[in-house]
């Protein structure tokens, strides 16, 4: 593209910004940009200048703060001027801070993940693998997309007004974004995957399709997955109404778990069944006994030991995996006292449990897909994964369990719950 104009021009990154242009930089946080004035000739400014709109300008240059975006859309006048022989010489140019903020779309079909760090109480900031991506920029936030499939995310643009000088770009053909050219202050805009499981970065280029970055969205393609999984209610007895309505719906439960499957871009075959006397309490207090250990009690081993159901399910599936959760009535007991606890899977094997325990629908939910990630992707606790001692590119470790209230795979239920980017690896 060729420039037109001549004659006096900042300097600011490397780009040149002429009298009465509006240069677009990207908000970063704690940060400045540096502006040197100079000739057209390229000599600098001379070091009796005076600068306006700035603090801090000396000779030919001076900074000029992008921590937060500009409060309106026209941006900030910044000037450098000089007395040449009795003449006014003068460099005028407006600056506005862009930030671009991408974010989960309410509609979306596959995973997002906003990337954030967490501060601990000691200060500490740890962060997941997966966090510091290219280009380094903190937190950059995931999304995943099936191979060949598209999905929604939504782009924020500030200061209001700026949105027609922001472009999604795509650094590889593997990903298109669409509508590439944003309009307003906040569009839904689709990513298209194309046919090979890849990685990709999306970039807001500010005022033109090369301009400066304003924000970024990695971007990472699976092929779908299946996995076959089983829910059944277990009681210990007849069903039991009052037990059986602090249950979610099954269609509920299956749309629930299986759309968090979705953003690792896994999907679940689920069937559901319901046991009705499985007389699973050997020692018959009315409750089950949950060991200390990750293991399982005789009770809760024979749940399984006499799920007739199961060994036909696993029959008619010969070839394949299946897992079960079994989601169990009476109250759970740890050496004699009540003991609670919403859910465990032991990884060695192929079934699992969820505990009613006056639990709430969404804990059941949670806890459903929770156990499930032990059992069939072997997924582990943040806590224990990043704990010292635990191999982690992260800045510090992460150690306690509930810092991240929101993964599925923490402790905690937040308000939504979700599988973060190192996770949908371990699922392909
Ligand atoms: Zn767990």
């Given at each position: 593209m060729a420039d037109v104009l001549e004659g006096p021009y900042f300097m600011i990154s490397d780009r040149k910004y002429y009298s009465g242009s509006v240069a677009y930089l990207g908000q970063a946080d704690d940060e400045v940009e540096e502006l040197a004035a100079f000739h057209a000739d390229g000599t600098p400014f001379p070091g009796s200048s005076s600068w306006s709109?700035?603090?801090?300008?000396?000779g030919h240059i001076a900074t000029f703060s992008v921590d937060a975006p500009s409060a309106a859309s026209s941006g900030d006048p910044v000037s450098i001027s000089y007395d040449n022989a009795g003449t006014l010489e003068e460099l005028a140019i407006h600056i506005v801070v862009v930030k671009v903020t991408f974010r989960k779309h309410p509609d979306q079909v596959y995973g997002f993940d906003d990337n954030p760090a967490f501060i601990k109480s000691n200060g500490n900031k740890f962060c997941y693998p997966f966090y510091n991506t290219s280009p380094p920029k903190d937190g950059i936030p995931w999304k995943s997309v099936e191979v060949g499939k598209s999905d929604a995310v939504v782009a924020e643009i500030s200061?209001?007004?700026?949105?027609?000088k922001v472009f999604l770009v795509s650094n590889t053909p593997q990903f298109l974004a669409s509508p590439n050219a944003v309009s307003t202050s906040e569009i839904s805009f689709a990513v298209q995957a194309g046919t090979e499981n890849s990685e990709g970065l999306i970039t807001a280029s500010?005022?033109?399709?090369?301009?400066?970055?304003g924000g970024w969205l990695r971007l990472v393609s699976f092929p779908e997955v299946e996995k076959r999984i089983f829910l059944i209610e277990v009681y210990n007895?007849?069903?039991d109404p009052v037990s059986q309505a602090l249950l979610p719906e099954q269609t509920e439960m299956n749309n629930q778990v299986s759309s968090i499957y979705n953003e690792g871009v896994v999907k679940l075959l689920i069937g559901n069944h319901i046991l009705e006397?499985?007389?699973?309490?050997?020692?018959?207090?009315n409750q089950i006994e949950i060991p200390e250990s990750g293991t399982y009690s005789t009770e809760m081993m024979s749940i399984y030991e006499n799920c007739v159901l199961c060994e036909e399910v696993i029959s008619l599936f010969d070839q394949e995996e299946v897992w079960f959760i079994f989601i169990v009535d009476l109250p759970t007991y740890q050496n004699g006292s009540p003991f609670d606890i919403q859910g465990r899977f032991d990884?060695?094997?192929n079934y699992g449990f969820v505990f009613l325990?006056?639990?709430s629908e969404s804990n059941i939910i949670n806890t459903t897909a929770h156990e499930f990630g032990h059992g069939i992707f072997d997924l582990k606790h943040p806590f224990s994964e990043f704990n010292p001692g635990y191999d982690s590119p992260c800045l510090s470790n992460y150690d306690p369990?509930?810092?991240?209230?929101?993964?599925?795979?923490?402790?905690n239920q937040g308000i939504f719950m979700l599988f973060r980017r190192y996770y949908w690896s371990k699922m392909h």
């Amino acid at each position: 593209m060729a420039d037109v104009l001549e004659g006096p021009y900042f300097m600011i990154s490397d780009r040149k910004y002429y009298s009465g242009s509006v240069a677009y930089l990207g908000q970063a946080d704690d940060e400045v940009e540096e502006l040197a004035a100079f000739h057209a000739d390229g000599t600098p400014f001379p070091g009796s200048s005076s600068w306006s709109g700035v603090t801090g300008g000396s000779g030919h240059i001076a900074t000029f703060s992008v921590d937060a975006p500009s409060a309106a859309s026209s941006g900030d006048p910044v000037s450098i001027s000089y007395d040449n022989a009795g003449t006014l010489e003068e460099l005028a140019i407006h600056i506005v801070v862009v930030k671009v903020t991408f974010r989960k779309h309410p509609d979306q079909v596959y995973g997002f993940d906003d990337n954030p760090a967490f501060i601990k109480s000691n200060g500490n900031k740890f962060c997941y693998p997966f966090y510091n991506t290219s280009p380094p920029k903190d937190g950059i936030p995931w999304k995943s997309v099936e191979v060949g499939k598209s999905d929604a995310v939504v782009a924020e643009i500030s200061p209001v007004g700026v949105g027609n000088k922001v472009f999604l770009v795509s650094n590889t053909p593997q990903f298109l974004a669409s509508p590439n050219a944003v309009s307003t202050s906040e569009i839904s805009f689709a990513v298209q995957a194309g046919t090979e499981n890849s990685e990709g970065l999306i970039t807001a280029s500010l005022g033109q399709e090369d301009g400066l970055s304003g924000g970024w969205l990695r971007l990472v393609s699976f092929p779908e997955v299946e996995k076959r999984i089983f829910l059944i209610e277990v009681y210990n007895a007849e069903i039991d109404p009052v037990s059986q309505a602090l249950l979610p719906e099954q269609t509920e439960m299956n749309n629930q778990v299986s759309s968090i499957y979705n953003e690792g871009v896994v999907k679940l075959l689920i069937g559901n069944h319901i046991l009705e006397n499985s007389d699973y309490d050997l020692i018959p207090y009315n409750q089950i006994e949950i060991p200390e250990s990750g293991t399982y009690s005789t009770e809760m081993m024979s749940i399984y030991e006499n799920c007739v159901l199961c060994e036909e399910v696993i029959s008619l599936f010969d070839q394949e995996e299946v897992w079960f959760i079994f989601i169990v009535d009476l109250p759970t007991y740890q050496n004699g006292s009540p003991f609670d606890i919403q859910g465990r899977f032991d990884t060695e094997l192929n079934y699992g449990f969820v505990f009613l325990n006056n639990h709430s629908e969404s804990n059941i939910i949670n806890t459903t897909a929770h156990e499930f990630g032990h059992g069939i992707f072997d997924l582990k606790h943040p806590f224990s994964e990043f704990n010292p001692g635990y191999d982690s590119p992260c800045l510090s470790n992460y150690d306690p369990s509930g810092l991240d209230p929101n993964n599925v795979m923490d402790y905690n239920q937040g308000i939504f719950m979700l599988f973060r980017r190192y996770y949908w690896s371990k699922m392909h």
